[in-house]
């Protein structure tokens, strides 16, 4: 599968999510957001992935949604 395909699918599943505070979901949906632009590849990476990282600093964000978040990133930065 396209790495940037599962990236995709794996934020709609996290944004999805119903137990995540609001305020995170849209932080995803901004990151989907970012994927989707007409820019060049790198820097959507580079702009997902700091958008990425504000997420799973969050205090508010549980554990399994922190750990899928980075899963997400490693794959964009397998992209690079």
């Not at 992935?49 to 794959?75: C, F, G, H, K």
Request: proline letters at 4%.
């Amino acid at each position: 599968m396209d790495t940037m395909k599962e990236v995709i699918e794996l934020l709609i599943q996290l944004e999805q999510e119903g137990t995540l505070p609001k305020n995170i979901r849209s932080k995803i949906k901004n990151t989907m957001n970012l994927l989707d632009e007409n820019l060049d590849v790198a820097i959507k990476i580079d702009k997902s992935l700091q958008e990425l990282d504000e997420i799973a600093e969050d205090p508010n964000v549980p554990s399994y949604a922190r750990t899928q978040i980075w899963n997400v990133m490693s794959l964009l930065e397998s992209r690079k």
